[in-house]
């Protein structure tokens, strides 16, 4: 582009105006001010600015010469009259002999400015959850599983909906946006515990990566945080649990697979992710005995299972209807062959068939609440369970007790076939096999 240089001359309105109509296709005019050195209005084909021009305080200890000439725009004379333009520049002349370098500034804050447009939470989400399958644990070691992952993201997801800050600069959301989420979710206890924990760890990660200063769930008082919901400890009886054994193969909408696994959980009490998971490669029917391997299991622990006679029954009858294999699921979703995931559906089913009220995990505290009054050692039940005792103990048991107790897990995993059975068949289990004798720990 060609360019022209007039002036100095003190510039006006009128000369404003003038400029405006000599502009040409290919030239811009730089007509300098009388009044303000260094101060110009630059003309180009399709606009004007004010351009302020000057040498920053001191020298390069390189190169013992001045520093080149800096140059900031002022707005344009729309927004700058022409005194307005020279009070403007005349602050950026005093911040450069103070030593300062406005046009550094300048170009820092916008640099910033579009940063932060950019750092929105709808991206910040979904960076977040490329980089969370590779985090560390916060606690214990190795990463976190691609299902839990993916809860959380859809957690952080719900909670940015709900403060409808999808599209706006993370730096931006405070304590007046994590209310509204928190009053949105205050009907769902539970949900609003977890999904406030979710979008907490996602703003420490915004912190790690530098995109905020501060992780602002911080700043809610600890009074309008969700509290913890108390622990649910209802439990079904044994005759209940047959009347669902029953209603599983009653039920309308179950495929076969389905009444099989819903069985598999009432005569093991095992988790039901677990369960649909379980594969015929970690299966010994021979012996009765699943081997879940640890990455299968809720604590990374591999974890042995002693099969009572009505899951050994159901495992069988799968095992030769489909071919005997040696591996590949044993509960595989009957369009998808994948593992079974509706859960809902089934439940919904199973409670038109018989009753509601009642949840899957309940099946595990059935079974720990049955033992229990039958007289079985808590630490073996624990130990049919799955459950890390050793993380809540102190001293020499917490540290050096490791032991599974195997031959017991087998025995109460006998009288919990026993109580199973005799209430599927409606007969009263025999108490001499129903109870063990009351085992006491120190």
């Given at each position: 582009?060609?360019?022209?240089?007039?002036?100095?001359?003190?510039?006006?309105?009128?000369?404003?105006?003038?400029?405006?109509?000599?502009?040409?296709?290919?030239?811009?005019?730089?007509?300098?001010?009388?009044?303000?050195?260094?101060?110009?209005?630059?003309?180009?084909?399709?606009?004007?600015?004010?351009?302020?021009?000057?040498?920053?305080?001191?020298?390069?200890?390189?190169?013992?010469?001045?520093?080149?000439?800096?140059?900031?725009?002022?707005?344009?004379?729309?927004?700058?009259?022409?005194?307005?333009?020279?009070?403007?520049?005349?602050?950026?002349?005093?911040?450069?002999?103070?030593?300062?370098?406005?046009?550094?500034?300048?170009?820092?804050?916008?640099?910033?400015?579009?940063?932060?447009?950019?750092?929105?939470?709808?991206?910040?989400?979904?960076?977040?959850?490329?980089?969370?399958?590779?985090?560390?644990?916060?606690?214990?070691?190795?990463?976190?599983?691609?299902?839990?992952?993916?809860?959380?993201?859809?957690?952080?997801?719900?909670?940015?909906?709900?403060?409808?800050?999808?599209?706006?600069?993370?730096?931006?959301?405070?304590v007046a946006e994590l209310r509204a989420a928190l009053a949105a979710f205050a009907p769902m206890p539970a949900t609003a515990?977890?999904?406030?924990?979710?979008?907490?760890?996602?703003?420490?990660?915004?912190?790690?990566?530098?995109?905020?200063?501060?992780?602002?769930?911080?700043?809610?008082?600890?009074?309008?945080?969700?509290?913890?919901?108390?622990?649910?400890?209802?439990?079904?009886?044994?005759?209940?649990?047959?009347?669902?054994?029953?209603?599983?193969?009653?039920?309308?909408?179950?495929?076969?697979?389905?009444?099989?696994?819903?069985?598999?959980?009432?005569?093991?009490?095992?988790?039901?992710?677990?369960?649909?998971?379980?594969?015929?490669?970690?299966?010994?029917?021979?012996?009765?005995?699943?081997?879940?391997?640890?990455?299968?299991?809720?604590?990374?622990?591999?974890?042995?299972?002693?099969?009572?006679?009505?899951?050994?029954?159901?495992l069988r009858e799968r095992h030769a209807a489909t071919g005997a294999p040696g591996a590949g699921l044993v509960f595989p979703?009957?369009?998808?062959?994948?593992?079974?995931?509706?859960?809902?559906?089934?439940?919904?089913?199973?409670?038109?068939?018989?009753?509601?009220?009642?949840?899957?995990?309940?099946?595990?505290?059935?079974?720990?609440?049955?033992?229990?009054?039958?007289?079985?050692?808590?630490?073996?039940?624990?130990?049919?369970?799955?459950?890390?005792?050793?993380?809540?103990?102190?001293?020499?048991?917490?540290?050096?007790?490791?032991?599974?107790?195997?031959?017991?897990?087998?025995?109460?995993?006998?009288?919990?076939?026993?109580?199973?059975?005799?209430?599927?068949?409606?007969?009263?289990?025999?108490?001499?096999?129903?109870?063990?004798?009351?085992?006491?720990?120190?």
């Open positions: 582009m060609r360019v022209l240089r007039e002036g100095p001359a003190r510039i006006t309105k009128a000369t404003v105006d003038a400029a405006w109509r000599r502009r040409r296709p290919g030239e811009r005019l730089l007509i300098g001010d009388a009044g303000c050195r260094g101060l110009a209005l630059v003309v180009n084909p399709t606009g004007m600015a004010w351009r302020f021009d000057y040498k920053a305080r001191g020298t390069d200890p390189r190169t013992g010469k001045r520093f080149p000439t800096r140059s900031v725009t002022i707005g344009n004379p729309e927004t700058h009259s022409p005194d307005a333009a020279r009070n403007a520049a005349g602050r950026i002349k005093g911040e450069a002999k103070a030593g300062a370098d406005p046009a550094a500034v300048k170009r820092a804050a916008i640099a910033g400015a579009a940063k932060r447009r950019a750092l929105t939470m709808d991206r910040l989400v979904e960076d977040c959850a490329t980089a969370l399958p590779s985090r560390p644990k916060l606690r214990g070691t190795g990463t976190v599983s691609a299902a839990h992952a993916a809860d959380e993201v859809a957690h952080v997801k719900a909670a940015v909906a709900a403060m409808k800050a999808g599209d706006r600069p993370v730096a931006e959301i405070g515990r977890h999904r406030f924990g979710a979008l907490s760890r996602f703003f420490d990660w915004c912190q790690d990566e530098g995109h905020v200063a501060l992780n602002p769930c911080a700043l809610v008082a600890k009074a309008r945080r969700p509290r913890a919901v108390a622990a649910r400890q209802h439990h079904l009886a044994p005759a209940e649990l047959a009347r669902l054994w029953h209603a599983a193969g009653e039920a309308d909408g179950l495929a076969p697979v389905h009444r099989d696994l819903i069985r598999f959980l009432l005569a093991v009490p095992c988790r039901r992710g677990e369960a649909a998971a379980m594969d015929w490669a970690h299966v010994a029917l021979g012996a009765g005995v699943w081997t879940q391997p640890g990455a299968l299991t809720k604590n990374g622990d591999l974890h042995r299972v002693q099969l009572p006679p009505l899951a050994l029954g159901i979703a009957p369009k998808s062959r994948k593992p079974v995931d509706t859960f809902s559906d089934m439940k919904a089913a199973l409670c038109d068939a018989a009753f509601g009220g009642w949840r899957w995990h309940d099946f595990r505290r059935s079974f720990a609440t049955a033992l229990g009054e039958g007289g079985v050692a808590e630490p073996v039940v624990d130990a049919v369970l799955n459950h890390r005792q050793a993380a809540t103990r102190g001293g020499v048991l917490g540290v050096y007790q490791r032991a599974q107790r195997w031959p017991e897990q087998v025995r109460a995993m006998e009288v919990w076939g026993a109580i199973l059975a005799a209430a599927i068949e409606g007969r009263a289990e025999d108490a001499r096999v129903a109870r063990l004798p009351v085992t006491t720990t120190t």
